[in-house]
């Protein structure tokens, strides 16, 4: 397309906006200059790239900022040996897949819901996205207030209706469960918007042949909106296990990882061990959840788009 | 018949539903802000007694030595210096990579699924700013927003761009227009409607952050709004009508862009949903 600029200039050059150009130009020269990637690139490459490339370095080392002792793998060795650690471990798995598995399946339910002729539409679509871009720790704090064992709001309603509230986020065996259901609250509006965008974008004709052909509301949702909604679930799958697993302002805000250490999660054992000074481990831990994080969603993405490919 | 009933029943049901699940525990802040301490602490979801609201956030302005006020300082300056470099960047990149087949591009193409996807090493990143003698200032934060926040406006401008005919750039180039002059005079302009989505949602989004200030820009001096409610949580732990007037105070800008921008965000937010 270069080819063109050379006989096309003299044609063209009494208009005003540019100026007469004299300048030579390589023939051969794109018009989309490969520099453009460089000032991006910069950022990129110097607070990112290096960073996590380094941390492959620093996860096997003992390491105050000032000083690295090369100590070979112990730090992970004591990140699967100390309990606290494989309790973070195993929680962010519990937190990721319970919150993406529950605004998948709300969300699909919303979705449709929001999707149908009912009064109100625009209302209920503004307000249950509204939770999407509030701050995460004013949600995560006002929550810790709803959620008071004793004097929140949600418990002394259920006492009126006779039933005992657990102690939410005091509770080790909840306390985890409660932030991941206000996780939920938080985020289902972004899958349910998603979703709308996946109706939206069926076309009517499918529905028009279907109700010829007899079909009712269940075989409609079963055979037309579900199997064309898969791109929308793909990406709230993916998008919702992202954020789950590297979560932290929630789960920080809400239980600062406790009560001890239950319902802590990689993330916040990472900021944990960075806060006490070790600096190795918490590197070490971000690197266990570099792994946790490309080894699910490398693999479910490349599996996901391949199935879409296949229909 | 069926369906008017569910038009009516069904929506009255949901709305009903909508106010309790999402409005209400907004409204308890609110609440909460208007009320005096005394009555604040014991945590009630109703109407205040006596309304305090005004004076309850003046006290929170000019708390210690109005740090919220400089908060807000902050959190504009970082919101406004990462979301403008930001747009700029990665319209760039997100232009020649759909413009231009080359050699390079699956490994750009792969560098920025890898950002969008992998959690930034953060140790590791506060050791580079020490090195370039950039931690714990707002350059610094305003750098790492960069650097992830690129990756997504890189997607969103490379499927814009391929919605540009290409005639207009041979055009411009007949023209006379070089590489620079092409993409900052025609392209970028015409780019409008995706920038502004792309300002609202990394707007929301870095306004919001706070892992990233905990981390690269710890201390009272230069906080951004995020980290003076947590302060606030640990400092004063029996003033919920402060704590709640601080958190009314930072949800309002969000909101407010929400309001005017709700068909941006909405379409950046949900952006992958029918492309996969």
Known sequence: MTTVTAAGRTATGSDATSPPTTRKRKPMKSPYPSWFFIPAGVFYVVLFLIPTIASFYFSLTRWTLFDVEFIGFDNFVRFFQEPQLVTGFVNTFIYAFLTSGAKVVLGLLFGVLLSSQIIGRGFLRATIFFPVLVSTIGVGILFKVLMDPFDGPINQTLAVVGIQGPAWLTDPSIALLSVALVDIWKGVGLATLIYIAGMVAIPQEYFEAAKVDGAGAWNNFRHITLPLLRPATVTVVLLSLIGGLRSFDLIWAMTGGGPGFTSDVLASVIYKQYQAGFFGLSTAGNVVLFVVVAAIIFPLSWWLNRKEADQ | ?276
Request: with cysteine; aromatic share 14%.
């Open chain 2, 1 to 276: 018949m069926r369906s008017v009933a569910w038009k009516w029943g069904g929506g009255s049901v949901a709305i009903l539903v909508a106010i309790v699940v999402f409005i209400v525990p907004f409204l308890f802040i609110v609440f909460t802000a208007g009320k005096t301490q005394a009555e604040a602490s014991f945590l009630q979801f109703s109407w205040p007694t006596e309304w305090v609201f005004f004076e309850n956030l003046a006290t929170v302005l000019q708390n210690r030595d109005w740090l919220l006020v400089r908060a807000f300082v902050n959190s504009t300056l970082l919101t406004v210096g990462a979301v403008a470099i930001m747009v700029v960047l990665g319209a760039m990149v997100g232009y020649v990579l759909q413009r231009r087949k080359s050699r390079w591009n699956p490994l750009v193409n792969s560098l920025v699924l890898a950002g969008l996807i992998i959690p930034p090493a953060v140790v590791p990143t506060i050791w580079v700013l020490q090195g370039l003698g950039l931690f714990k200032t707002l350059v610094g934060l305003i750098a790492v927003h960069v650097a992830f926040g690129l990756s997504f406006c890189i997607l969103l401008f490379r499927a814009f761009v391929a919605t540009i005919p290409r005639e207009l750039d041979e055009a411009a180039i007949i023209d006379g227009a070089g590489p620079v002059k092409l993409f900052f005079r025609v392209v970028f302009p015409l780019l409008r409607s995706v920038i502004v989505t792309v300002i609202v949602v990394q707007a929301v989004f870095v306004f919001n952050d706070f892992t990233y200030a905990l981390y690269f820009l710890p201390g009272d001096d230069n906080a951004t709004v995020q980290l003076t409610t947590f302060n606030y949580i640990s400092q004063s732990v029996s003033s919920f009508n402060l704590l709640f007037a601080d958190v009314l105070l930072i949800t309002i800008p969000p909101l407010i862009m929400y309001i005017f921008f709700q068909r941006q965000i909405v379409a950046g937010m949900t952006s992958g949903a029918v492309k996969g």
